[in-house]
């Protein structure tokens, strides 16, 4: 779910099928594709982004569209690219139907700075690719020095922390939307706070703070292990 970066050439307005192709490389449809660009090949743009980012996604069709959204907590492009995903909800929530879904890309931090993809450059590479992402995308808050420190030894924790909020609103145990801003929560936590996501304390702390029932989030937690 990256947004497109700069010097990516874009085309205004977007064809019915790049609208598609687009908005699909955004997220991941549980629909069909076949039927899915059949309904949408007739329909208006609506182009979403600002600055360097930009999101061209579809206008949604009279029934429901369900999508899986694949997410890792400590995902610097994750965080940039939610604004769009809130403009995209807020304007098509009645018509989708959302399956939030965590994928642990970062499942052994170590084991990325040490013999992984970040190996070469250390943690102040890594810091200075995270500022650069952030800054390029309107969050100058971000400086990168969340890979400092305590930082999390795995996207793990905070990810089971995220799937026991989604388990509680698929349960009606919280509002909808609550899973997006929780996993937001967490990841503002992260990379602006700089604080450990990975500690149970930080997950509840977010979780209070969006009025979560801490003892419903906790079992719901403890299934989601």
Not at 69 to 97: G, S
Not at 124 to 140: L, N, Y
Not at 142 to 153: A, K, L
Request: positive net charge; contains cysteine; aromatic residues 8%.
């Amino acid at each position: 779910h990256k947004p497109c970066r700069p010097g990516r050439r874009q085309q205004t307005p977007l064809r019915a099928a790049h609208m598609f192709q687009a908005f699909q490389r955004m997220f991941h449809f549980a629909a069909p594709r076949r039927a899915a660009l059949r309904s949408l090949n007739a329909l208006p743009a609506l182009q979403l982004g600002s600055g360097h980012t930009s999101c061209c996604v579809p206008r949604m069709p009279s029934s429901k569209l369900s999508f899986s959204h694949w997410t890792d907590p400590l995902c610097i492009w994750a965080f940039v690219a939610q604004d769009q995903l809130d403009r995209l909800l807020a304007e098509h929530a009645p018509r989708l139907v959302v399956d939030s879904r965590v994928v642990p890309i970062f499942g052994s931090i170590a084991w990325r700075f040490t013999h992984g993809p970040w190996s070469s450059g250390g943690v102040e590479a890594r810091v200075r690719a995270t500022a650069e992402i952030a800054h390029a995308h309107g969050h100058p808050e971000v400086d990168g020095s969340c890979w400092r420190g305590d930082c999390p030894s795995s996207s793990w924790a905070p990810g089971a922390a995220i799937k026991a909020v989604a388990a509680l609103e698929h349960a009606g145990h919280a509002e909808p939307g609550t899973t997006g801003r929780y996993q937001h929560a967490l990841r503002k936590l992260f990379f602006v706070e700089g604080q450990n996501i990975a500690r149970r304390s930080k997950q509840l702390e977010a979780a209070e703070a969006l009025g979560i029932a801490r003892a419903a989030y906790e079992k719901a937690l403890a299934y989601s292990k």
